[in-house]
């Protein structure tokens, strides 16, 4: 990780304590690959990628010293991520000076490949307990959690022979989101 930050808190009293944790990281990763292990340019990837994400905890929790106790909160986390990975193909398979034609000299290929997801989620819940005896607790709680999430991709071939980008080959984007009760 390039920056990671956490900040705990917490605060009490007789009848209650807060606690709050805040979080923060950011990260960029970059990675070449020879995927064909040998001194020919047949295949060579650089993947990319770069994180950005913040985390919030907030939880409130009873201190009676009676048989009853409870704790409520809620979680929020926000990430976004983008990256990529750029293929070069079989550049050590191309005759030099000679046109691209893709039956007779379909070598090489570079295809970029871009992409991006988003990710909202965020949570409350709540827990009751109460002591029956000195050795048996009955508990009850429940929690809510929604999560959505977007993400994009697209893919370009650069052909420097055809004129250089050839733009959108697949873009995809898809967003889902849910949530449930528990």
């Not at 379909?106 to 109460?130: I, V």
Request: glycine fraction near 8%.
């Amino acid at each position: 990780p390039r920056d990671l930050h956490s900040f705990p808190t917490r605060r009490s009293s007789d009848l209650y304590e807060v606690t709050s944790i805040s979080s923060y990281l950011e990260t960029d990763r970059l990675v070449d690959l020879d995927c064909d292990h040998s001194p020919n340019k047949l295949c060579d990837v650089q993947r990319m990628a770069d994180t950005h994400q913040i985390t919030q905890e907030l939880r409130i929790a009873s201190q009676y010293d009676g048989r009853f106790n409870w704790i409520a909160g809620g979680f929020l986390f926000h990430e976004k991520v983008t990256g990529g990975a750029d293929f070069d193909v079989a550049r050590g398979l191309r005759a030099p000076g000679v046109p691209f034609d893709p039956v007779t000299n379909p070598f090489p290929f570079f295809l970029l490949e871009r992409w991006g997801q988003k990710t909202l989620t965020y949570a409350g819940f709540a827990q009751l307990y109460f002591d029956l005896t000195d050795r048996i607790t009955a508990s009850l709680g429940g929690r809510y959690t929604y999560e959505k999430k977007n993400f994009r991709v697209h893919s370009d071939f650069l052909e420097p022979d055809l004129g250089g980008l050839i733009p959108n080959l697949a873009p995809l984007t898809d967003k889902k989101s849910w949530d449930a009760v528990s």
